[in-house]
């Protein structure tokens, strides 16, 4: 189901528009300076992010999870209520852990972990907030490549000197 097999239209469609926004922004480091002396690369790398489903919408959190499969990095599905069997399945599969527990015990794990984040999948609330250590991201769950990827990743820009006292480094300046 998370590799798009039965799956609804919009997930599938969601999960390909993820795949361009990778091939083009998301997975290539970029440098805009254009400088010849150094490398200035801008780049997204996988964060530690977990899921809290509300057990509302399978669809929802199908879509959710293709996007944090494409990104990369770890976290598990927190939720209130056991899965269906084959979303279950679907997550051991893609080796995506699974944990049933309650909101506030999301929360104190995901604070255990430097930036520790959140993607809420349903059932915002008051009561669905993050802390200091705790970045929660409760918008809605979209098609949107950006918006669903984004709570998946962090960026990171590196900075290379390609010279030597002004003397340009001809192993660095190839880049």
């Known amino acids: 189901m998370l590799d798009g097999a039965g799956a609804p239209d919009w997930v599938r469609a969601a999960a390909a528009a993820d ?18 002396c150094e490398a200035n690369l801008f780049r997204y790398v996988p964060a530690d992010t977990h899921i809290r489903w509300d057990g509302v919408s399978d669809d929802a959190l199908a879509r959710v999870c293709a996007a944090r499969l494409l990104a990369g990095g770890s976290g598990v599905v927190s939720t209130p209520v056991a899965l269906p069997p084959g979303l279950a399945e679907a997550l051991d599969v893609e080796g995506i852990g699974l944990r049933v527990e309650t909101w506030e015990a999301c929360v104190a794990r995901a604070g255990t972990q430097p930036g520790g984040r959140i993607r809420l999948v349903g059932g915002a609330s008051n009561d669905s907030h993050g802390t200091a250590s705790v970045a929660v991201y409760a918008h809605e769950v979209t098609a949107n490549a950006t918006l669903e990827l984004l709570p998946f990743l962090k960026e990171q820009a590196v900075s290379m000197t390609a010279h030597r006292f002004g003397t340009p480094q001809r192993h660095m300046v190839a880049m």
């Not at 795949?19 to 010849?36: C, K, N």
């Open 19 to 36: 795949a361009l926004a990778w091939e083009g922004r998301f997975g290539v480091a970029t440098d805009v300076s254009g400088l010849r």
